[in-house]
């Protein structure tokens, strides 16, 4: 697993509590209007139909219900940024549970009624360092909680695009950790300074090996826009798409950062 010798970045825990809730209510706001032609619909998530999407964007959050369900561990072992890099080794366990909660749930409007309540008892009862064993390893809640602000935007980003007349928001402090965590997933897995990377009002990350950048304009630059960012570090635009259709600025040898994404699987 990559590693990175930086400080890592701080949350703010009542932040990141508003803006999972925030997020989770936005969306449970747009599937209310949704009806069965609408949530047979098809999505970019392999055999995924919107209603599956919806059920697994619920069960993103009951997993820290799960979690904090299971004994707390004796110390951390993980940081919060080694979370993006061990999803992808439970995706088939994740899949099939999808698809079973999303035929034992039909309420979906229900579901989501009950999973934002039952976080909201949770967060009530344990404080901020409450340590979770999570699919990553063991973190305090209110980290695990920004592993959460990616999924929300990330699903509900994959829900516009599955039902582009729905245009569910996003939460500005949930799409702001969003792209910091997976900006500092980058600067995780290619460490090094001769590229900044730029994803403004949110993040600027340095990576890349090679000669360090101390002053003025860096050599090599990429600039981007929050969404574009977490459709290129999550595998829903490739680096090739978007250069071509200038949703990424990229100048400099060390620029080209098509082989280090995605990030996140």
């Known amino acids: 697993m990559p590693t990175a010798r930086k400080r ?3 949350y703010d825990p009542a932040k990141t509590r508003a803006a999972v809730f925030a997020q989770l209510g936005n969306v449970r706001e747009a599937v209310r ?22 059920a697994h964007i619920g069960m ?22 080694d979370w993006t890099f061990a999803t992808a080794a439970n995706s088939a366990a ?4 999808t698809r079973r909660l999303a035929a034992e749930r039909p309420d979906l409007d229900g579901f989501l009624a009950e999973t934002e309540d039952g976080l909201r008892a949770l967060l009530a009862e344990h404080p901020a360092g409450r340590l979770l064993e ?3 390893g063991a973190m305090p809640l209110d980290d695990y909680l920004v592993t959460r602000t990616v999924e929300l935007v990330v699903h509900t980003d994959d829900l516009n695009a599955a039902v582009p007349d729905l245009a569910v928001p996003y939460d500005r402090q949930a799409l702001a950790a969003t792209t910091r965590l997976l900006a500092d997933a980058l600067a995780v897995k290619a460490p090094g300074g001769s590229t900044e990377v730029r994803v403004p009002p949110y993040a600027v990350v340095q ?7 101390t002053r003025g304009t860096p050599p090599n630059v990429v600039e981007t826009d929050p969404l ?4 290129l570090a999550t595998g829903r635009l490739t680096w090739a798409d978007a250069v071509a259709g200038a949703q990424v ?13 995605p990030l996140l699987g």
Do not use: F, M
């Not at 959050?61 to 299971?70: D, E, G, K, M, S």
């Open 94 to 97: 994740i899949d099939d549970y």
């Open 134 to 136: 999570t699919n990553a």
């Open 8 to 10: 890592a970045r701080s």
């Open 207 to 213: 990576c890349v090996e090679g000669p360090r950048h």
């Open 60 to 81: 993103a959050v009951t997993a820290v219900l799960r979690a904090a369900a299971r004994p707390a561990p004796p110390k951390q072992d993980v940081r919060l940024v």
């Open 33 to 54: 209007g949704l009806d069965e032609e609408r949530l047979g619909l098809p999505t970019r998530l392999g055999e995924w139909t919107v209603r599956e999407l919806v």
């Open 249 to 261: 600025s990229a100048s400099g040898e060390r620029a080209d950062l098509g082989g280090l994404l």
């Open 228 to 231: 574009t960012w977490i459709r």
